[in-house]
């Protein structure tokens, strides 16, 4: 199946539409990648369709165990420490939680990383579309409240961060 360039102005208009930061298509050895822009508010694609081998090890987020999500589990904190006062950041969906870009990657953030506004913090999926939780304030990962791998809810802490 390939994408036509009527059905790539519908997905842009759905992203447009929606509260979607990040979306990450792939289709039968093409790749596309969509993210909302800073400034205007508008959708860009930053890699539109390239050819590429279909790998779903490749591309998908790791877990614990390297094998598909485990949805059914609930998420714990992942520090064992309950945060001492700090902002939460919550997730803005349910879906999993996920601390890494790919399985072979080092994790966006880890307790006690400084971090700046618009930082890359975790990926939330949900039904194979990856959203970019980003730093909305500077500050210090304090605690990091979700398990990588697991589901999380709406509103679900996921960090506490320690204001500057």
Same mark, same amino acid.
């Given at each position: 199946m390939t994408l036509s360039y009527k059905d790539v102005a519908e997905i842009l208009k759905i992203? %447009?539409?929606? @509260?979607?930061? =990040? +979306?990450?298509?792939?289709? *039968?050895?093409? #790749?596309m990648v969509v993210r909302r822009s800073t400034g205007d508010g508008g959708v860009s694609t930053q890699t539109p369709l390239q050819t590429q081998p279909s790998r779903a090890e490749a591309t998908a987020p790791p877990t614990e165990t390297g094998s598909a999500s485990r949805p059914e589990k609930e998420s714990s &904190?992942?520090?064992?420490?309950a &945060?001492?006062?700090?902002? $939460?950041? #919550?997730?803005p969906m349910v879906g999993t939680f996920y601390r890494r870009p790919a399985p %072979?990657? /080092?994790? !966006?953030? *880890?307790?006690g /990383? #400084?971090?700046k506004v618009g930082d890359p913090l975790c990926l939330i999926e949900v039904m194979k579309l990856y959203t970019t939780i980003e730093s909305t304030l500077d500050g210090t990962v =304090?605690? $990091?409240?979700?398990? @990588?791998?697991? +589901?999380?809810? !709406?509103?679900q802490p996921l960090f506490s961060i320690t204001v500057d």
């Open positions: 992203i %447009d539409a929606s @509260d979607c930061e =990040e +979306l990450i298509l792939e289709l *039968e050895g093409a #790749r &904190p992942s520090t064992g420490e &945060p001492t006062g700090g902002a $939460i950041i #919550r997730s %072979d990657q /080092d994790s !966006f953030v *880890e307790k /990383d #400084r971090i =304090e605690a $990091i409240m979700a398990e @990588d791998g697991v +589901l999380v809810e !709406f509103d």
